[in-house]
């Protein structure tokens, strides 16, 4: 049973245009979300989180937003760059203090020149 | 300012023997989780540490497999018995204390011949 689900396993955009990544949960106790980028053959880094207290939250061309009734939340990235394209993984925590986080399976970005 | 150091890179065991994979935290992170990803999927949580105290568990198979943080030194995932399906990235990630956001290391590539 996948508490954490992103739908598209690949995602192809063109450099200059807007990415948008695409997670949805089922567990309503989730209140904390996070958004890592994972090249080949390294660890997962981490990008950008959202409290569920938050409907938004920017960082320089990240922006992650969070619609806790449709329990769907997503990542934007303007302008994509060549660099962007990595896998991206949508993870969550039930928080009350450090959790472990559940993952979903990734989706792959690939910005096209 | 080191990150997570996760060693050995790469690991090949045979069916039968011990695997053991170190792992040492951002300098300041008092928690420890482990992850497991096998191919095409996500991240999947095995255990959270502190120093000397296993805090979660919950994810890690009931036999053949332990963690330990120890007061001085890294933290060890330990494998005993290796089978092929124990074949997959292992990933440590560490916090510091009332923060929620974990930093990943670059992970132990384990294959079990």
């Known amino acids: 049973d996948q508490q954490v689900k992103q739908n598209s396993p690949s995602l192809s955009v063109q450099e200059g245009r807007i990415s948008i990544l695409n997670c949805d949960y089922t567990?309503?106790?989730?209140?904390?979300f996070l958004w890592y980028k994972k090249y080949p053959a390294e660890g997962p880094t981490f990008l950008i989180s959202?409290?569920?207290?938050?409907d938004k939250n920017e960082d320089g061309r990240f922006t992650v937003f969070l619609n806790k009734s449709a329990k769907h939340l997503s990542l934007h990235i303007v302008p994509s760059q060549p660099g962007d394209s990595a896998v991206y993984f949508c993870?969550?925590?039930?928080?009350?203090?450090?959790?472990?986080?559940?993952f979903g399976k990734g989706t792959h970005l690939i910005i096209q020149p | 300012n080191a990150g997570v150091m996760q060693n050995p890179r790469h690991l090949v065991r045979r069916r039968g023997q011990e695997a053991r994979l170190r792992c040492s935290p951002m300098k300041g992170h008092s928690h420890v989780y482990w992850y497991r990803q096998l191919p095409e999927e996500g991240l999947k949580f095995m255990v959270y540490l502190q120093k000397e105290n296993i805090i979660d568990e919950s994810g890690m198979p009931k036999e053949r497999f332990s963690a330990e943080f120890p007061k001085e030194g890294p933290s060890i995932l330990r494998i005993q018995q290796v089978v092929r399906g124990d074949s997959a990235a292992y990933f440590c990630a560490s916090s510091p204390v009332g923060q929620e956001t974990q930093y990943f290391g670059p992970g132990t590539r384990l294959l079990v011949l």
């Open positions: 959202i409290s569920s207290i938050k």
């Open positions: 993870a969550a925590s039930e928080g009350g203090g450090a959790d472990g986080l559940t």
């Open positions: 567990n309503s106790m989730f209140d904390y």
